[in-house]
């Protein structure tokens, strides 16, 4: 057993003890709103604070829960699942099934647009309930095949992909795709439906040809309506936390289909991240930067430390080469950072350049990025050959 496994192997300990012993009771106990759903925000004293309920959030505490017990959490998870469950599907589904991006504590529409980014986390969520509630599967495979057909039938983008609105309007982007992606490959690994495996190949596909930049292998955010970058600065933005993200993604993707492009070119974009995106003074992931590895911007968001270690464990498991293990535990010890809070449980969302962190609540929309990490991470400590 290397060095360098063993720090990964006793971070992941360490996370997973975060996420049985504190945070799944905390956002159960005080997260799920007694009234239905889960509320969007918790005070650092693990208070509720009240607010609209964004569309794309909820369905993130289905999946946070529906994982709960993979990791060995004894609480009502399934409980949990249900409740943040049936309130999803009274009250932002619209009439034509796809889901509204906004409602209020009492489940009114506040927004009822239908925006391509939440529709791929519905279809994740359902995913995840028909994972571990197979009395729930066959609903749930209808409803993503539904929202699948429906953006299809109105959204398809001539050159792959889909337009993120009705009607389409610049600029387009690649972090909805990503999520899309995700759901697809999510659906592909329990289902035998060949649509969700052929649309993931799309969205890869799309990813390797328009979405990447040969010269530096870093991954474009925003486009205009015909796949060409976007023009000014915000064409050239490119986030670190993606590059590990589609990085993680297109590893996947790359095993699945067996395509060594595919896996080149996510280590080259997990290269440039970790040798670009990082704030070697305090060894976090940075929030942007330019298309010449200039820096945008230098705060630090909780979610691109998820995504580093997601795609390092990755790397390291189809590589076999150690460094990603130490990339994975230099993420977690950046994480972990996030997590020290007076309440356990909750975490801070945002670091400045100079390693203090703004004073806000916790959002609750990054429980699924960090459950996302830590499953990934158990799932590849677990598989190491030193763990036989």
Not at 87 to 109: E, M, T
Not at 130 to 147: C, G, N, Y
Not at 344 to 349: A, F, H, K, L, S
Request: charged content about 25%; aromatic content about 10%.
């Amino acid at each position: 057993m290397t060095n360098a496994f063993a720090d990964a192997a006793r971070l992941r300990d360490r996370l997973k003890t975060w996420a049985t012993e504190a945070a799944y009771p905390l956002w159960w106990d005080k997260g799920a709103d007694p009234a239905g759903g889960f509320f969007e925000k918790l005070s650092l004293e693990g208070d509720p604070v009240q607010g609209p309920r964004r569309g794309r959030v909820l369905p993130r505490q289905i999946y946070s829960y529906s994982v709960a017990g993979d990791l060995g959490w004894s609480g009502p998870w399934r409980k949990a699942v249900e409740h943040g469950l049936s309130f999803y599907l009274s009250n932002y589904r619209r009439p034509d099934g796809l889901f509204r991006a906004l409602v209020g504590p009492d489940g009114a529409s506040l927004d009822d647009s239908a925006a391509l980014y939440d529709q791929a986390f519905a279809m994740f969520a359902a995913a995840a309930v028909a994972r571990v509630a197979p009395e729930r599967a066959d609903a749930m495979r209808a409803l993503a095949t539904e929202v699948r057909g429906k953006l299809i039938a109105t959204r398809k983008h001539p050159q792959g992909g889909f337009y993120l609105t009705d009607p389409p309007s610049p600029p387009q982007g690649s972090n909805e795709h990503m999520h899309l992606l995700e759901a697809c490959l999510a659906w592909s690994e329990i289902d035998a439906d060949p649509v969700w495996r052929a649309l993931a190949d799309e969205i890869a596909e799309l990813t390797l040809a328009k979405f990447i930049q040969a010269e530096s292998g870093m991954l474009r955010e925003f486009f205009d309506l015909d796949w060409n970058p976007a023009s000014g600065r915000e064409g050239r933005i490119c986030e670190p936390g993606h590059q590990f993200e589609w990085g993680w993604l297109l590893l996947r993707w790359g095993k699945l289909a067996g395509r060594a492009d595919a896996t080149a070119a996510a280590l080259r974009m997990i290269e440039a991240g970790e040798t670009h995106g990082i704030n070697l003074e305090n060894g976090v992931a940075i929030n942007a930067l330019l298309d010449d590895f200039s820096i945008d911007d230098a705060n630090a968001r909780l979610w691109p430390q998820t995504e580093r270690i997601k795609a390092a464990v990755l790397a390291a498991e189809i590589t076999g080469e150690d460094k990603y293990w130490a990339m994975a535990a230099a993420g977690a010890e950046g994480l972990m950072a996030y997590l020290r809070t007076p309440v356990p449980g909750v975490w801070r969302d945002k670091m400045r350049p100079d390693g203090d962190f703004i004073d806000e609540p916790a959002p609750a929309s990054s429980f699924y990025h960090i459950l996302c990490a830590i499953v990934e991470f158990d799932r590849a400590v677990s598989a190491h050959p030193a763990k036989a």
